[in-house]
């Protein structure tokens, strides 16, 4: 921000969040499909 000679931290922020710390963007983080779990194979116990 003080480099980029920026009023605001978020102008330089890659991948900004918001307040509750989601990436409104891509909806993350997002619910695991129970798909995708099995073919990276983890698995709660």
Do not use: C, T, Y
Request: zero cysteines; charged letters at 30%.
């Amino acid at each position: 921000m003080l480099l980029a000679d920026e009023p605001n931290i978020r102008e330089v922020i890659a991948f900004p969040k918001n307040q509750a710390g989601r990436d409104v963007m891509a909806d993350a983080p997002s619910a695991v499909e129970p798909k995708q779990l099995k073919e990276l194979h983890i698995k709660f116990d």
